[in-house]
């Protein structure tokens, strides 16, 4: 063999050899990029689990096909569970190394399940930028989603709908009481629970004003203290998440006392507004019944009304406020989220943004009845008879950083019944309450 064959011969394997080494790099890189769950581009075939809370398929079904079609082997298996086993059987299945690619997590469980999602990824394959930003997010929907699902600059959900606090009344028991309009402030609903509530000799309460004031027979109690809270003014935690601090004052002012005081005075019989009290029946069935007037509710109670008093001649206002300059209200959603285990991570956000931020939201605003998060369809829903009033106040919907909902809406109960049964002043239930709530932050 002459140089020059031995030259080429030499080129010729090192060629082969050079292919056969990238042809390694190419596969090991595909091997561990499926690995994280990130190798999913749309084509294959892939199955999407998705995991829910009240919302049974037939919500979702149009938006589904819809994806299904666009995204050719893409299947979703859906399941909807009780509220009472929900949580828990999305931790069980987790815990696991199985369960759901998408499941809906309620707008408080961030600060407990972060460890458990996986935010939007900065970059989707195929792409070089993420199927949305924060400031797309901010100009999309209102504020209260980025203040829950947004964290540290990353998106960890997206919100089917935000639902909020109003006042339902009795438009009957407001025309026998003389009072035309529903109350805009919590001065006027005072004036109106007055007028409203009548007694008998014993001072026993046969007429009742609102639905408000105790913690255990009213649905939501502890969200009504909150909201009224927040419209008044009270930091709840420190900007941190370290301690609570609902009970200290701002400006000089003990708002959180003043609050907790505005909440119960309605269970107090010494009170001029004494007009509920724990022996009423549940609030929502007092209010189907016609036994009271007000009551403050979400808007997923309009169906539960109309089944239970067909008849009743109810409409739906504005919560009251403490100030009309800074109206407030309380949030209650369940936004979808992305399991961080999931195989098939991209394809699950992009059924995310789907559902939430594409094509998939109106046919399911449309069976769910539900009052949208985005800014763009809101308009839409304000002259609806029934969700405009919640579509309106999405727009002003507060929430709070909560490191265990369960466990606070036990503590803010027991606070509510410390105070109605004498056992404790309202600023040594709120200090308690609010040393009870740090001590589950700094678990």
């Known amino acids: 063999m002459n140089i020059s064959e031995f030259v080429s011969d030499s080129r010729k394997l090192t060629y082969i050899m050079g292919g056969a080494i990238a042809l390694m790099v190419f596969i090991t890189i595909i091997f561990v990029f499926m690995s994280f769950g990130g190798g999913d581009t749309g084509g294959g075939d892939v199955t999407l ?14 938006a589904f096909k819809a994806f299904e079609t666009a995204n050719k082997g893409t299947k979703i298996n859906y399941t909807v569970f009780s509220p009472q086993e929900y949580e828990q059987a999305v931790l069980n299945a987790l815990a696991a190394g199985r369960g759901p690619d998408v499941w809906m997590m309620h707008d408080t469980w961030l600060p407990k399940h972060i460890d458990k999602i996986l935010p939007m990824p900065a970059k989707m394959p195929g792409t070089n930028a993420p199927l949305m930003t924060v400031r797309q997010f901010n100009d999309l929907f209102v504020d209260v989603a980025a203040y829950d699902l947004v964290n540290d600059g990353n998106i960890y959900g997206l919100p089917l709908y935000v639902d909020t606090l109003a006042l339902y009344y009795n438009k009957d028991m ?18 109106d629970v007055a007028k409203i509530t009548t007694y008998d000799a014993s001072r026993n309460i046969t007429r009742s004003g609102a639905a408000i004031g ?102 739906v206002a504005q919560v009251p406020q403490a100030s009309i300059a800074d109206v407030r209200t309380y949030a209650n959603y369940w936004p979808l989220v992305v399991s961080l285990n999931s195989a098939n991570s991209m394809q699950a956000w992009r059924l995310v943004h789907f559902l939430a ?11 769910a009845n539900r009052p949208s998060a985005r800014k763009d369809i809101i308009d839409s829903q304000k002259s609806d008879a029934d969700l405009g009033v919640f579509a309106e106040q999405a727009l002003s919907a507060r929430s709070w950083y909560q490191i265990d909902n369960v ?17 404790q002043t309202v600023q040594a239930a709120l200090r308690e309450a609010e040393n009870k709530v740090s001590v589950l932050m700094n678990r």
Request: avoid cysteine.
């Open 49 to 62: 689990e998705v995991w829910g809370v009240f919302d049974d398929r037939t919500l979702f079904d149009d």
């Open 357 to 367: 931020a594409g094509e998939g939201t109106v046919p399911y605003l449309n069976k």
């Open 174 to 191: 407001f025309a026998s009481a003389g009072i035309s309009q529903p109350p805009k402030t919590w001065a006027e609903f005072l004036e």
């Open 214 to 315: 105790t913690a255990r027979n009213i649905n939501r109690s502890t969200d009504i203290l909150m909201m009224l809270m927040l419209q008044s003014g009270v930091q709840m935690t420190k900007d941190d998440g370290s301690e609570a601090t609902f009970s200290r004052s701002v400006e000089g002012t003990n708002v959180g006392e003043r609050a907790l005081e505005n909440y119960t005075q309605y269970a107090k019989p010494e009170r001029e507004v004494y007009t509920w009290n724990d022996t009423m029946h549940y609030s929502i069935d007092a209010f189907a019944q016609g036994d009271v007037a007000m009551m403050i509710n979400y808007s997923h109670q309009i169906p539960v009304l109309r089944e239970k008093a067909p008849r009743l001649n109810w409409a």
């Open 407 to 423: 466990a606070i809406e036990t503590i803010f109960a027991n606070m509510i019944d410390s105070v109605n049964l004498g056992r």
